[in-house]
């Protein structure tokens, strides 16, 4: 079938093998509207992942065949432990129980299947560590080839990761916006780039969205807070609220407030927000411990703003420091290691609330965009352990947990 894609700004419309992004400069989306208008909740067999949305998808699993990872069906997972922190009724999506550790399977899943329909044999993308270590499991599956271009400073053991799965990495200098616009502009044979806010990358990722509204019916959340980059996710969950008004299984008054979170070194959605700017443009960034948000420069910045704005959200940027608190509350109270970048989204909620934009008796949900069994991190280790002898095992066991 050939699907057009649209403009979610000006409304033009192409084919994908056009263009990636339309003429004015703003980046499109799969106009899957019509088949939205006859979309209904999909029975209860969750086998499938998020393919059992295969009706709003521009490719089904099929396409795949053998199919690999399956992406999607991670749970909501109610955290009243957390409610006093977070200022709210607490939900959490655990994005990290994908395959590959991340929400980018549910994006690369549909890439892939795409150009498999396609009969390409290579598929590339433009990413810190996520994405590219996405990119390279689900190729590896569908027999692809991953061409994974990557910032020169990336270090080693992610790209350990990424390696193992038999990408082929490019690691480059340069600017990487400019590396992540040029890909995307590039006549390729055989295969496409499917990079952080593509068209394709976006169609997979609006899936964690249906999830949270059915895995919430019959009501529906008043809000989801999310960690943004590059804002594809953030499009992706807009547009999936878009496709269930139109589809009558959402009211129009019960749509969830969208809330795209930054790590304030590096906060340009936030600062336009702030700024009361009609779009994003880039900033100077500073350091911070949130590596896979860290993107000066966002290529779907504006839409991200939009969908904060048009769903009567806001965009908050979180210290280092909060973060950092967030995810130790996440591991010690909800058993839940996250990245820094994930954890984002939780110290957003709480600054969220600060600011009375969240209440007591909003039932929020919290998407957990990636695990935290990737990297290392600095936890006092010392302080929690001791070197015991084997005979001092039930003294010294009675002593810390009581008798
Ligand atoms: C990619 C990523 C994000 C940001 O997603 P965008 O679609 O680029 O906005 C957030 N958290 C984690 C863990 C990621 O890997
Ligand atoms: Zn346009």
Redesign the pocket.
């Known amino acids: 079938m050939d699907r057009r894609v649209r403009c979610y700004d000006c409304g033009k419309t192409y084919r994908l093998e056009e263009r990636q992004r339309c003429s004015c400069g703003e980046p499109l989306w799969f106009d899957t509207d019509a088949d939205a208008a006859t979309f209904e909740w999909p029975d209860d067999d969750w086998t499938a992942g998020m393919w059992r949305y295969a009706d709003v998808l521009p490719v089904s699993a099929t396409a795949t065949e053998p199919m690999g990872p399956v992406p999607g069906a991670t749970p909501l997972v109610r955290a009243a432990d957390l409610d006093e922190y977070a200022g709210c009724s607490l939900h959490l999506k655990p994005?990290?129980q994908n395959p590959t550790g991340?929400?980018?399977d549910r994006?690369t899943a549909v890439g892939v299947a795409y150009g498999r329909r396609d009969g390409h044999d290579w598929i590339g993308t433009v990413?810190?560590?996520?994405?590219a270590l996405s990119t390279s499991a689900y190729a590896a599956a569908a027999g692809l080839e991953a061409a994974v271009f990557v910032p020169a400073d990336t270090p080693t053991e992610r790209l350990e990761l990424i390696a193992r799965h038999g990408a082929r990495i490019f690691r480059v200098e340069g600017d990487y916006g400019r590396l992540y616009a040029e890909t995307l502009a590039l006549e390729t044979d055989g295969g496409r780039f499917v990079n952080?806010?593509t068209p394709l990358?976006v169609a997979g990722?609006k899936t964690v969205a249906y999830e949270i509204l059915e895995q919430f019916r019959p009501s529906a959340p008043d809000a989801i807070v999310?960690?943004?980059?590059?804002?594809?996710?953030?499009?992706?969950v807009w547009k999936a609220l878009r496709e269930l008004e139109t589809a009558g299984l959402l009211d129009s008054e019960d749509v969830p407030r969208l809330y795209?979170v930054q790590a304030a070194p590096c906060d340009p959605i936030a600062t336009a927000y702030r700024e009361d700017r009609a779009t994003v443009s880039a900033i100077e960034p500073g350091e911070t411990i949130?590596v896979?948000?860290a993107?000066a420069d966002?290529p779907?910045g504006t839409r991200?703003l939009t969908a904060a704005r048009e769903t009567g959200g806001a965009v908050v940027s979180v210290s280092d420091e909060a973060t950092r608190e967030a995810m130790d509350r996440l591991a010690t109270t909800a058993g839940l290691s996250?990245?820094p970048?994930?954890a984002?989204?939780l110290a957003g909620v709480r600054e969220l609330s600060r600011r009375g934009e969240l209440d007591a008796d909003d039932e929020v949900v919290t998407?957990?965009?990636?695990?935290g069994y990737k990297e290392r991190y600095d936890v006092d280790v010392e302080s929690r352990t001791r070197t015991i002898d084997l005979e001092a095992v039930e003294r010294e066991l009675a002593a810390v947990v009581g008798s």
């Open positions: 994005e990290g991340s929400f980018k994006g990413s810190h560590g996520n994405m952080s806010d990358r990722q999310l960690p943004v980059s590059s804002g594809g996710q953030a499009s992706g795209p949130a896979s948000i993107n966002p779907s991200a996250v990245e970048s994930s984002v989204a998407i957990l965009t990636g695990s």
